[in-house]
Nanobody, 120 residues
Framework: VQLVETGGGLVQAGGSLKLSCAASGHFFSIDTMGWYRQAPGKQRELVATITSVGSTNYADSVNGRFTISGDNTKNTVHLQMNSLKPEDTAVYYC???????????????WGQGTQVTVSS
């Protein structure tokens, strides 16, 4: 299973960016996809997740500014980030809970990460 992220970059505070992640490979299904981030010197933290039935969860710090969406048919997840703040600067990682075969449990996979930098 491979997760490929696109869409990171440099933006001024108050601006917007959209991250995308596509999962590829051989597997039965994906239970949940989401985004995590890690700023320098800090632990990786959850940003937002979305389940296969569309239930979403957001970190308090991004709720109301970020929107996660997914397409089960394409195994993709997107993160629309609005009203960006300098404290949103981090490497953003795509995560997927992948079920390899029908009666298996899901296992986590990670993308390589994409840098988001918000200047003040």
């Amino acid at each position: 299973v491979q997760l490929v992220e696109t869409g990171g970059g440099l933006v001024q505070a108050g601006g917007s960016l959209k991250l995308s992640c596509a999962a590829s490979g051989h597997f039965f299904s994906i239970d949940t996809m989401g985004w995590y981030r890690q700023a320098p010197g800090k632990q990786r933290e959850l940003v937002a997740t979305i389940t296969s039935v569309g239930s979403t969860n957001y970190a308090d710090s991004v709720n109301g500014r970020f929107t996660i969406s997914g397409d089960n048919t394409k195994n993709t997840v997107h993160l629309q980030m609005n009203s960006l703040k300098p404290e949103d600067t981090a490497v953003y990682y795509c995560n997927a809970a992948v079920v390899a075969w029908k009666f298996d449990t899901d296992r986590p996979y990670w993308g390589q990460g994409t840098q988001v930098t918000v200047s003040s």
